[in-house]
């Protein structure tokens, strides 16, 4: 069985900073693609940052290059979202996700199983 449970998030001011883990069980990161999504409600859940499952190729949403920085500790089986720059327009539930096929996953595509969420909230 599959958990994700993320931890991490807060309020925080604008141009502040956060860092988001995500601890897994059941997958493992060294065969299986492992992203961060988020989500406003009224919205559809978007990609933030995912890393693929072969070649450990990372991907960012254009809104988050440059500030967002994704990583993992595979002998923990923990992925990290470290947000720099924040804005109030980042500020949704931020979830861990991945895949049910291992060659899935990629630029945040195809992901099947999902954490529980943090809020995280910036305010101007």
């Known amino acids: 069985e599959v958990q994700l449970v993320e931890s991490g998030g807060g309020l925080v001011q604008a141009g502040g900073s956060l860092r988001l883990s995500c601890s897994a069980s059941?997958?493992?990161?060294?065969?299986?693609?492992i992203g961060w999504f988020r989500q406003v409600p009224g919205k559809e859940r978007e990609g933030v940052s995912c890393?693929?499952?072969?070649?450990?190729?990372?991907y960012y949403a254009d809104s988050v290059k440059g500030r967002f920085t994704i990583s993992s500790d595979n002998a923990k089986n923990t992925l990290y979202l470290q947000m720099n720059s924040l804005k109030p327009e980042d500020t949704a539930i931020y979830y861990c996700?991945?895949?049910?096929?291992?060659?899935?996953?990629?630029?945040?595509?195809?992901?099947?199983?999902w954490g529980q969420g943090t809020q995280v909230t910036v305010s101007s």
């Open positions: 059941g997958v493992s990161f060294d065969d299986y693609a």
């Open positions: 890393i693929s499952s072969r070649e450990k190729i990372t």
């Open positions: 996700a991945a895949p049910v096929d291992v060659t899935s996953g990629d630029e945040c595509y195809g992901y099947d199983y």
